[in-house]
Each structure stands twice: as C-alpha cells, then as structure tokens.
C-alpha cells in the first residue's frame, strides 16, 4: 500500500493506510463507496460505472459494479488487518447529468447505483454513515485515511464533509 | 449488435466520412454565429472501454461546458458538444457580444442560455446533414448544458443513456475557430446507440 496521493480510476477500487489520500473525480451517475475501519486506519474507495453484472458478464472488473466493488474492497482490507464488525461507510454520487433530457419516468441510473450499494452493504452489515448523493452535478472525492475524514467537492458548489 | 471493436477498415472509413459531413455543416453555422473562420480535423472513431470514456476527450478533472442533444428517429443516440474552459468562455462572449465573461464561476443564466442555443444551432446543423446524407429521419432533442468536470460528463453521456456494452463508440471531429494566435478547441460528438450503428451502416451500404 502507498502513502501520499492514491488516485482511484473510473470502474477501480483502492485500499490504502494511514498517510494517504484516496482520490477519485469526476464522479456522475457514477457511485463511489468509501468503507474505512478506524482502528486499523484502513480505508478503500471505488468508483463504481453501475448497480448489478448482467446476465453472462461475471469476467467483467470487480470496480465497474456496485455489488462487486463492496465485496472486493472488503476481502482486499480484510487481507490487510481490517475487520468488518468495525468497518463503516460512505457514498457519493449518483447524480443525473443531464437531468432535463432524462424523461424516461423511471428511477436514474445514478440513483440505482446508490440503491445498489446501499443493498450491498447491508448484505455484509456494514452501515452507511454519511451520504452525498442526487442531484444533477458531478463530485470529486478525497478520502483523507489518517483520521476518515471524506471530502467532497463540486465545481459549483462547496466542499461537503462526510 | 455488432462488436465495434469488429469494424473493418472499409466501415471505419465511411463513418469518418459521415462525421465530416455532419460536422463540416455544423462548422458552418458555427462559423456563421461568430463571423470567425472554422478549421475541422479528419474525424477520428474512439473505440474505449467503459472505464476510459471518462478521458476520452482529454482529462477527466478539466472543467468543461458540454451542450448534449438525444438524437431520434430512424437512429438513435447522443450528440454532444464538448467545450474546454477557454472555448466556453471566448464564444459566449463572442455571442453576447462584450469581454469578462467568468467560468465556471459566475457563469450565468444569460452566459448559459447562449451557449445551449449556440450548441443547439451546431447540432442542428450537424443533424440534419446526416440526415440528408443517410437518407435516414434524424430528430434533436431539446439540448441539455452541463458544466462540470469531463470525467462526470463523459462517462455520464454513455451511462445515463442505458449503454453497459464492455467497448463504447464514438466520433469525434475536433474544430477549431480561428481566434488569432490562440485557436479555440472544441469537439463534436456524435455517439450512436449500439443498435444505431448498423442502421448508419446499411445507410452507407456497408451494413
């Protein structure tokens, strides 16, 4: 694992410890799943592309899918030390870019990626203590490991602290 | 659905073909707009993983203005036009007509309205070549801004769409408007839904 800045690329998923930065940006409809255990000062973060696999594409990266990135992020953290009955989480994202073009009446995909990961973490019992998620911008993430703290940042808006 | 990553060489040719076309009689309303003149590249088809769509243009933590339309009709899909910051900035000035436009900071209703109605014209134009060229019914949506980092925008110009296919598509022509010493960039965008493909093929019989 490295310290100083760790960037999470769109469809990734990243662990890292004390001392480090886990970035990602450009978050849209996208998702990103922060989980951290603060005893072992353990965080992951994933920049998920969408909720489930479909049908015949389990070969697909573990980080494009919100019900295969929690699984991922937890066996790569578990591998380092980290327990699950201590681990937390928080999500970001889930907007509708474009919002007025988008009148299909349905759900978002932005807010089926958030519902996706909500559901897959309560599979694996970890609760989600902060959200920034909706709306019709696009957010940035850093995820600061040496105490949880998790920034998000928008062009035009101010920070949010999660 | 065909595979883009299957194109044959004689395909990816005729689609550059039809990106030029539409693009070139977008590059003229462009040009009627802002009295400047437009230069256009060779269209290029960028062929990415899902995953990479977010830079497909350039770096995905740039700020920059985006006006996408749907496209409906005989086929379907998006059309986007992608301004960088100093392209943004310089063409809404040039449509208002004065200096000291901001972005993305203090980029108002105003500032918005004209570059939604500007990226409509070009994408008007864009259309309706392509739909004269491809003998196909081509409609525009209403067109829809968005300024914010290109990751969000890009990856957002597939996924909001319903596309999950592992490889997206896309042609992109990129312009520049003559602005003395520094030119100004932009892209055209067009992205056909996956089953669109083949029907702009079978338009150009190399379906």
Same mark, same amino acid.
């Given at each position: 694992m490295s310290a100083g800045r760790v960037v999470v690329k769109v469809g990734d998923l990243k662990i890292a410890g004390a001392g480090a930065t886990l970035v990602t940006v450009g978050v849209g409809s996208c998702v990103a799943i922060a989980l951290y255990d603060r005893e072992a000062r353990l965080g992951g973060l994933a920049h998920v592309l969408l909720p489930d696999p479909s &049908?015949?594409?389990? &070969?697909?990266?573990?980080?494009?899918f919100a019900s295969t990135a929690v699984a991922g992020l937890l066996r790569l953290m578990e591998e380092e030390g980290a327990r699950r009955a201590r681990m937390f989480a928080r999500l970001a994202g889930g907007a509708s870019m474009f919002e007025s073009l988008l009148s299909d009446g349905g759900r978002t995909l932005g807010m089926r990626n958030v519902s996706a990961a909500r559901a897959a973490l309560e599979r694996v019992s %970890?609760? %989600?203590?902060g959200e920034d998620v909706g709306g019709s911008h696009g957010r940035s993430i850093y995820f600061h490991l040496d105490d949880g703290r998790l920034v998000v940042s928008s062009v035009l808006f101010p920070d949010v602290v999660l | 659905m065909i595979d883009v990553r299957e194109l044959g060489s004689l395909q990816l040719d005729g689609l550059r073909e039809v990106a030029n076309i539409g693009a070139g009689h977008a590059a003229t309303a462009l040009s009627q707009l802002t009295h400047r003149r437009i230069l256009l590249d060779v269209p290029q088809i960028r062929i990415t993983r899902l995953e990479e769509a977010a830079e497909?243009?350039? #770096? =995905?933590d740039e700020v920059i203005a985006a006006v996408l339309v749907r496209v409906l009709g005989d086929a379907t899909g998006r059309t986007v036009l992608i301004l960088p910051r100093d392209t943004a900035v310089r063409l809404t000035e040039i449509l208002l007509g004065r200096t000291g436009v901001t972005f #993305?900071?203090?980029? =108002?209703e105003l500032e918005r309205s004209a570059l939604t109605e500007a990226g409509n014209i070009l994408v008007g134009a864009h259309l309706s070549a392509l739909s004269d060229f491809l003998g196909l019914i081509l409609l525009n949506s209403v067109p829809g801004l968005a300024i914010d980092l290109a990751a969000a925008i890009l990856t957002s110009s597939y996924l909001n769409f319903g596309e999950r296919a592992d490889y997206v598509f896309c042609l992109d022509t990129l312009f520049r408007v003559d602005e003395g010493e520094h030119p100004l960039r932009g892209h055209l965008l067009l992205i056909p839904d996956g089953g669109s493909l083949e029907v702009i093929l079978r338009a150009i019989r190399l379906g």
């Open positions: &049908n015949g594409r389990e &070969n697909a990266p573990p980080g494009r %970890v609760q %989600v203590t | 497909l243009v350039g #770096p =995905g #993305p900071e203090s980029f =108002g």
